[in-house]
């Protein structure tokens, strides 16, 4: 099973960036669906960011079209969530996931989890 490492969270201004990379190992990366999830405290996890093996095919939780934007690097078994005009609601553990499925972009098909990491966006 895919392992996957998260980093690039912290601490930003309303307005401003962040780039959240995720890295996998263990499993050949480009037969994987990948996705970026998050949860916010006493919400439920919601699929934010979703792409297809070979990164043609993308889609963005409707609050978040026009700001992030999913990527990937299959040669370097990445994943990358850009985070512009961040807003308050945006804050929540942003969590990186894979699917077995590489071209289903639907939630239910991503079962592999990262530990999280932690976006605050304080107003």
């Known amino acids: 099973q895919v392992q996957l490492v998260e980093s690039g969270g912290g601490l930003v201004q309303a307005g401003g960036s962040l780039r959240l990379s995720c890295a996998a190992s263990?499993?050949?990366?480009?037969?994987?669906?990948m996705a970026w999830f998050r949860q916010a405290p006493g919400q439920e996890r919601e699929l934010v960011a979703a792409?297809?093996?070979?990164?043609?095919?993308?889609n963005y939780l409707d609050s978040v079209k026009g700001r992030f934007t999913i990527s990937r690097d299959n040669d370097k078994n990445s994943v990358y969530l850009q985070m512009n005009n961040l807003k308050p609601e945006d804050t929540a553990v942003y969590y990186c996931a894979a699917g077995v499925h590489p071209y289903d972009l639907g939630a239910a098909n991503f079962d592999s989890w990262g530990q999280g990491t932690q976006v605050t966006v304080s107003s």
């Open positions: 792409i297809n093996w070979a990164g043609l095919m993308k």
């Open positions: 263990g499993g050949p990366f480009n037969n994987y669906a």
